[in-house]
Nanobody
Framework: QVQLVESGGGLVQAGGSLRLSCAAS????????MAWYRQAPGEKRELVGI???????KYGDSVKGRFTMFKDNLKNTVFLRMNALKPEDTAVYYC??????????WGQGTQVTVSS
């Protein structure tokens, strides 16, 4: 069983920055891929970005050039650095982990609110 705990959300003005963290624990197997998703009220959950075990990243079109994922392997933590935030980035942000032979797991989410 893998536990994912997100943190770092909050209220920020448009143009500002936030850094989200997702700490993974409880896995005896390797985590292949970690991802950030977000879901705004009334909207479907949207992929923000993914990072492979080797550090390769891919991002959704709406955040390319503004958001960056990176990780600390020693701490089993993945980060999402969000710059140039816009009101449309307002959402609950979720972390997801894909674990070899064990499926995928979700965190509880962290709220990000961007005021105009």
């Amino acid at each position: 069983q893998v536990q994912l705990v997100e943190s770092g959300g909050g209220l920020v003005q448009a143009g500002g920055s936030l850094r989200l963290s997702c700490a993974a624990s409880g896995s005896d197997s390797s985590i292949d891929v970690m991802a950030w998703y977000r879901q705004a009220p009334g909207e479907k959950r949207e992929l923000v970005g993914i990072i492979s075990s080797g550090g390769t990243t891919k991002y959704g079109d709406s955040v390319k050039g503004r958001f960056t994922m990176f990780k600390d392997n020693l701490k089993n933590t993945v980060f999402l650095r969000m710059n140039a935030l816009k009101p449309e980035d307002t959402a609950v942000y979720y972390c997801r982990a894909f674990v070899s032979g064990a499926g995928d797991y979700w965190g509880q989410g962290t709220q990000v609110t961007v005021s105009s």
